[in-house]
């Protein structure tokens, strides 16, 4: 196949207009978009909570999206794991991450393999921190 694979990993946990955002503009920039959902162990481990909506549940959420060609289980923090996995050309974040200790490691370990990071603009009034805040009640 020829084009450009871009790829966007999440959490998608309760999917919001932010999660909506990323994925159509990531269409946009590529010919061909995988979605990756990250496993409740990864995000449990990184966030240091697990996910409100399960794995399964996620992945048929993100899967359903006509924007997105492929949804895959993303198994691992290190990007460079589902690279080799998936061969991609282009990796979309939120703005977010732009500029920061972590942002800068994987634009390293990514670009080290001929990939570009490419940030959108991160939807600040709505994210999942945001919705379990409300939920919670403080």
């Given amino acids: 196949m020829s084009g450009v694979v871009g790829y966007v ?5 309760m999917f919001h207009i932010g999660h909506l955002n990323i994925l159509r503009r990531a269409r946009r920039e590529c010919d061909r978009l995988i979605a990756g959902v990250v496993t409740d ?3 449990e481990r990184v966030k ?3 996910p409100i909506v399960p794995l399964a549940e ?7 999206m006509a924007c997105v060609d492929e949804v895959v289980t993303d198994v691992s923090s290190d990007k460079v794991v ?5 061969g991609f050309d282009v990796l979309f974040k939120g703005d977010d991450w732009k500029g ?3 942002g800068d ?6 670009g080290a393999v001929g990939v570009r990071v490419v ?13 379990r805040r409300m939920i919670a009640g403080t």
């Fill in 41 to 43: 162990e990864v995000l």
């Fill in 100 to 102: 920061t200790e972590k």
């Fill in 82 to 86: 589902m690279w080799r996995e998936l």
């Fill in 119 to 131: 940030y959108f603009p991160y939807t600040v009034h709505t994210s999942s921190t945001a919705l």
């Fill in 9 to 13: 990993p999440g959490a998608y946990d």
């Fill in 58 to 64: 996620r992945l048929a959420i993100v899967g359903s």
């Fill in 48 to 50: 240091g909570r697990p």
């Fill in 105 to 110: 490691r994987l634009e390293a370990d990514l």
